[in-house]
């Protein structure tokens, strides 16, 4: 006797399984490539904790990101690493003017016109103590000098030709006081900021600490971002930014926080979603596959999709060049 709710009928063509997987497909404009730029510009460095990605100096971009803008790449989300630049508790090199980022964005523009070009915003890679604001002499926030200093970082990348900056702090009142100092300096209507919102106190963020050389000194960031359990703060975290006049919302990490990236969206289908596979989920997918639990590109494409499904529209991801080789016009991702 045929069975009732007979589901097979419905799948057994590639076409049919494409048509019911309507709207989850990934392509070159769903994908934001994390860069690490050095203080060094004639340098690459490899990053042990995160093997394939390295870090590269400013002179080194163009070799790096000519193939991939062949590929289709779209757009890029830039982070400074300072080995010689000092820190200090104001993060003075965030904006100075040999910082690898504010040097990095017009050469970008110039050489690639087309390209988005996001820059993180943070105080932790140019801090002495690594921490992502500004502290009071007993180790806690100063939540008002912290997002002025930020706003001010902000501007300086907006000024240098970024067209979205990203704060990735957590502080309360950031999104509103980049708003502002956008304004004052006239650059509104040319910058969108994309808030790193709903942003996870996570173990999935070891190696990235290792390549941008941002752990903090002491302590850890629970106090700014937010318990692992919580979908409640998550929703007060986005409904903050909203507020403050956020362009974009962004969740991170992803893999474990799909249910909350499924929770912003329905609550903000307004505002394009971003998702971080951070640099754990990189490196686990890496050394799974590395040691014969997994095939990568069917597992990140398996990842990929249930990222879109969830209501991703664009992955930041240390992927993207492999997913662009991957979406080349022979494969079929
Ligand atoms: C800095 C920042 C971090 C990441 C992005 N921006 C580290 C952190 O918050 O500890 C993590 C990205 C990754 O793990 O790939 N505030």
Redesign the pocket.
Known sequence: MEPKHALHSGYFHPVLRLWQSANVDVKPENLML?IFILDEPNSITEIQSMPGVKRYGINKLKGFIDPLIAKGLKSVLL?GVSNKLIKDENASSADCPNNPVIQAVPLLRKLYPHLIIAC?V?I??YSSHGH?GILNSNGTIQNEKSIQRISEIAVAYAKAGAHIVAP??MMDGRIKAIKQGLASAGLSNQVAVLS?AV?FASG??G???DA?G?SPKFGD?QCY?LPSGSTGLAARAAARDVDEGADMLMV??GLAYLDVVRQTKNAYPQYPMFI?Q???E?AMLYHGAKNGAINLEAVLKEVLLSMRRAGGDVIIT?YTPLILDLLQPKANL
Do not use: H
């Open positions: 994390p982070f993180d943070c932790c890679p992502c990735s702090d790193y942003k999935f963020y190696p990235f600490r941008a941002s960031r971002q991170k990490p971080y951070v640099s754990g990189y240390y």
